[in-house]
């Protein structure tokens, strides 16, 4: 039987990867594929493999002048449970020049595609929708009109775990074979197999910690900077209407200035702290998942209200994008006098491992934390918010007394190897990156195959799904 799916290209080798997917997909099964472009230089892609104009949609000419009809945006807002100006914010606030844009034309963008979606949906019918990460606005958009008419969304999630990825559905951050899988190890336990290994998987990154992102294979960093300049020049004479935001250029620069200026401090001996690692902004970390305390700042001066004297707040700079952040930015934050800002050069293991209790919005340094037995606080929507251990601020006013509760407390060990074991069983290895985020690695051939192999036995257990897994969703869910 053929299937119909929808395939979500764009940028950092978007095109390119799901092409190989479906390519892959299409030699067990006949597939009728429709891709979905997000800039020009992915219609060509996409032509010049030999697929036709009527299999691509165009998901970025939007007329001027659209004219939206708020009669029709105010259905989609009730009908998708959407809300526009949440979703424009996930976008507007990546460049500068998008605040000037005025709210009629804002509105207009948001009619043209959810009709673009809503027609794509009645003529080409998908059975299922494969993309990577939701970033902006359209996207956000597809995940939800296409779930309101159950055609099933499979997102490809790279894992904490280095090459390990899963699915997720929708918008939460929350897999459902983690929440099913989680529910199983506690009411039916586990083998011995899987508790030595989840055993032993504690005590490597204990001994040993190191985070998930890929280190640059030999010979390939000057290759892919070379890349990346030529990338960038193509780009700049033919698409002067999609160009990139090179302010990025500058950070070295601004870091070093900020690296002299006595910015920053380092952790006093023997001082008894609450960590907060500062969040790379802007990303759908916490644009998406972590919407209501997308200010950083403001999170920070009430985190300083809620600390007992008996500690300080170490707010960790993060290492890649301080750049990117003005200086009135962190002069905000060192005007609070319980707080240290803590340099960026400064090892995040070490400042987990003495800490008395961690505090992120949706970080991995919560995930690292956990594998210490450290206590967490989180205010976003994160994975490990399923590990009973994890405490989720539901109402800022508790913050005092979920600090106060948590200081000081270890993990249990045995719920955490509990937690590890169902991760494990809800995973699987393969490399799930975007190809401009991993060198490419994820479009070889034999790691192309693995994640299709996993593509296809989750579309047949997605169909399978009985009525007592839908329960045990259900009732976790609430």
Same mark, same amino acid.
């Given at each position: 039987? *053929? ?16 092409? %190989? ?31 036709? #104009? ?9 007329? #001027? ?17 959407? $809300? ?15 605040? %000037? ?8 963008? +948001?009619?043209?595609? +959810? ?9 080409? #019918? ?23 008419? %159950? ?54 990154? *204990? ?5 998930? &992102? ?9 290759? !892919? ?15 002067? $209407? ?71 707040? &170490?707010? %960790? ?7 990117? #952040? ?52 989180? +205010?976003?929507?994160?994975?490990? $918010? ?11 006013? !508790? ?80």
């Amino acid at each position: 039987m *053929q299937k119909r799916i929808l395939f979500l290209a764009g940028s950092s080798g978007r095109d390119t990867w799901m092409w %190989k997917i479906y390519e892959e997909m299409n030699k067990r099964e006949t597939i009728i594929p429709c891709f979905i472009a997000t800039r020009e230089k992915n219609v060509e892609f996409f032509i010049s493999k030999g697929i036709k #104009k009527d299999q691509i949609l165009d998901f970025f000419s939007i007329p #001027k002048n659209n004219v939206p009809d708020l009669k029709f945006l105010e259905e989609c807002e009730k009908k998708y449970k959407f $809300n526009i100006w949440d979703a424009w914010y996930v976008t507007s606030v990546r460049r500068k020049g998008r605040s %000037k844009i005025k709210p009629k034309t804002i509105l207009g963008y +948001f009619d043209f595609f +959810f009709k673009k979606t809503e027609k794509m949906i009645q003529e080409f #019918k998908p059975d299922y929708y494969i993309c990577y990460g939701p970033a902006g606005y359209h996207s956000m958009i597809l995940h939800e009109v296409l779930r309101q008419n %159950k055609i099933p969304v499979i997102e490809l999630v790279p894992f904490v775990i280095s090459n390990r990825f899963t699915f997720s559905e929708d918008l939460t951050n929350i897999w459902p074979s983690l929440l099913i899988s989680y529910d199983q190890v506690k009411k039916q336990g586990f083998s011995e197999k899987e508790k030595k290994n989840a055993e032993q998987f504690i005590i490597n990154f *204990q001994n040993k910690p190191k985070d998930p &992102y890929l280190k640059a294979p030999s010979g390939k960093l000057i290759s !892919e900077k070379v890349k990346k300049m030529f990338s960038y020049a193509y780009q700049l004479i033919k698409y002067r $209407n999609e160009l990139p935001d090179f302010k990025f250029i500058f950070w070295p620069l601004i870091q070093r200035v900020y690296d002299q200026m006595g910015l920053f401090e380092k952790p006093k001996k023997g001082e008894k702290y609450v960590f907060f690692p500062l969040h790379f902004q802007p990303e759908a970390t916490t644009l998406i998942y972590g919407k209501w305390y997308v200010d950083q700042t403001s999170l920070i001066e009430n985190l300083s209200k809620s600390i007992p004297i008996s500690h300080m707040l &170490y707010v %960790k700079v993060h290492p890649s994008g301080y750049g990117n #952040k003005s200086l009135n930015f962190y002069k905000r934050i060192k005007k609070l006098p319980n707080v240290r800002l803590i340099s960026p050069h400064e090892n995040t293991f070490k400042l987990i491992k003495n800490c008395s209790l961690l505090t992120t919005i949706t970080g991995t340094a919560g995930w690292e934390a956990t594998l210490f037995q450290k206590p967490v606080v989180t +205010f976003g929507n994160i994975f490990y $918010n399923v590990f009973e251990e994890t405490v989720k601020i539901q109402n800022i006013e !508790e913050l005092p007394e979920k600090i106060r509760s948590g200081l000081e407390k270890k993990v249990n060990y045995n719920k955490l190897v509990e937690f590890i074991v169902a991760l494990f069983r809800c995973t699987h290895e393969g490399l799930a990156w975007l190809p401009g985020d991993c060198y490419d690695l994820s479009l070889e051939e034999k790691n192309n195959e693995i994640l299709v192999n996993q593509i296809h036995h989750y579309m047949k257990k997605h169909t399978l799904i009985n009525k007592e897994n839908q329960m045990i969703l259900k009732e976790i869910k609430t």
